[in-house]
């Protein structure tokens, strides 16, 4: 009977798993209905792991980080003007049971690659959901994203994020001869989130695919022959791609134009003449960011204050490293950034492996920093989902070193 419970429960877990990554994923607009899946999801798993005796010290550590550093944002209200700091903390509340969530699901390495393959469906969910909300005339004139009703000003970013987290997906699955997902199946996830990124007209989805998939073409190359014949390959691929977004109109007016006078802007800087207006207010919020971190660097002007002090009012800087340490300081700064440093820590510990599973591990964990670089990601809750995801697989390989050197 114990045996039977335990496989039944171990079901519904998968199941009510399984419907919570992609509702955030793929419906992360229904904001009250994903909180209720977070705590409905958290409590289930506390009740399952507490009859189990199961409690791991990775839990207590990434909570202690959450909650220092959203303790310091309550703080912050002491010396920030931005009158909504308690609203915001309790949404990264939220975003904190988001993570707790994972970590206490992912506690083998079958949990893990389960997630995985969650995170897949829910990004076909996403690519399904916007077939049919958006207007057949509207692909290739419009910012696919902005037809979600999540944060229209900003939406086309997050959904072209999703779509290349799910690349990764498709690329970390593939690693694992365990799974029944044939390679084809992997290389068309692969080519349709690829293809809707561009959809989503925002660049730095473009350039993250790129630089990433260069950085993994090096690391499985045997030897600087193999690595150079597959470089002049991948470029001939590249400039197909691009030859083909420059050419066909839907690609073009989704994603081409903005390439074009991305280049243009960094090939003829004209400040009479600048194409590219978010290249331009882009580099200006990061020079207000920076400016106003000199001038408070310690503890910073108070959290979401930023845009209270920007040129351009009510925006942020485009950078999560540049917008902490503007709102926070070098304090806050190190407090949110201790579970990357502990990430890093570990997978560069376990480098000496050099499996595929790991260097991709790592190369994602290089993503998730780039995406910091360009836009601010602390209070996303599909990013901080995903950072509990490579902390969670961090710890995973910590256990199965320790049990390595207890049978030993």
């Known amino acids: 009977m114990e045996y039977r419970f335990f496989i039944k429960t171990y079901c519904i877990t998968d199941m009510f798993m399984c419907i919570f990554v992609c509702s955030l994923l793929a419906f992360r607009d229904y904001s009250k209905i994903i909180i209720f899946l977070s705590v409905f999801m958290l409590c289930w798993l506390i009740l399952n792991k507490l009859r189990r005796g199961i409690l791991k010290r990775n839990i207590l550590y990434f909570g202690i980080y959450k909650l220092l550093f959203i303790v310091l944002c309550m703080g912050s209200s002491l010396w920030s003007v931005n009158p909504n700091i308690t609203y915001l903390c309790l949404s990264m509340l939220y975003r904190m049971l988001i993570c707790f969530c994972v970590l206490f699901y992912v506690n083998s390495e079958d ?193 979401d204050s930023f845009k209270y002090f920007n040129s351009f009012q009510f925006s942020w800087a485009e950078c999560n490293f540049l917008e902490i340490l503007a709102d926070l300081g070098i304090v806050g700064f190190i407090i949110y950034y201790l579970p990357h440093i502990r990430i890093l820590n570990n997978l560069i510990k376990r480098y000496k492996r050099k499996s595929n599973f790991l260097i991709i591990s790592l190369i994602l964990f290089a993503v998730l920093l780039f995406i910091d670089a360009t836009m601010v990601s602390y209070n996303e809750a599909h990013l901080q989902f995903y950072l509990a995801i490579l902390y969670s697989y961090c710890f995973l390989i910590n256990t199965r070193r320790d049990v390595k050197c207890k049978k030993v």
């Not at 995985?116 to 005339?137: A, E, N, Q, T």
């Not at 080519?191 to 695919?209: E, N």
Request: proline share 2%; with cysteine.
């Open 111 to 303: 949990n893990f690659i389960k997630l995985i393959k969650f995170c897949l469906l829910g990004s076909c969910l996403l690519c399904l959901r916007l077939l049919i909300v958006v207007p057949v005339d509207a692909w290739g004139n419009n910012r696919v994203g902005t037809y979600l009703s999540y944060d229209p000003d900003n939406s086309y970013g997050n959904t072209g994020i999703t779509y290349v987290l799910g690349v990764f997906s498709a690329i970390l699955i593939g690693d694992k001869s365990s799974l029944f997902v044939s390679t084809k199946t992997r290389y068309l996830l692969i080519i349709v989130f690829s293809l809707f990124s561009l959809l989503s007209g925002s660049k730095k989805q473009i350039f993250i695919i790129f630089v990433a998939l260069v950085i993994l073409l090096f690391f499985n190359s045997k030897n600087i022959f193999n690595f150079i014949k597959k470089t002049v390959l991948y470029c001939v691929v590249v400039f197909l791609i691009f030859f083909i977004v420059m050419n066909v109109d839907i690609l073009y007016h989704s994603i081409g134009y903005r390439l074009e006078s991305f280049f243009s802007f960094f090939g003829n800087y004209n400040t009479a003449n600048l194409e590219d207006l978010s290249t331009v207010s882009r580099l200006s919020f990061l020079k207000d960011a920076f400016s106003i971190f000199l001038e408070h660097p310690f503890i910073g002007v108070g959290i």
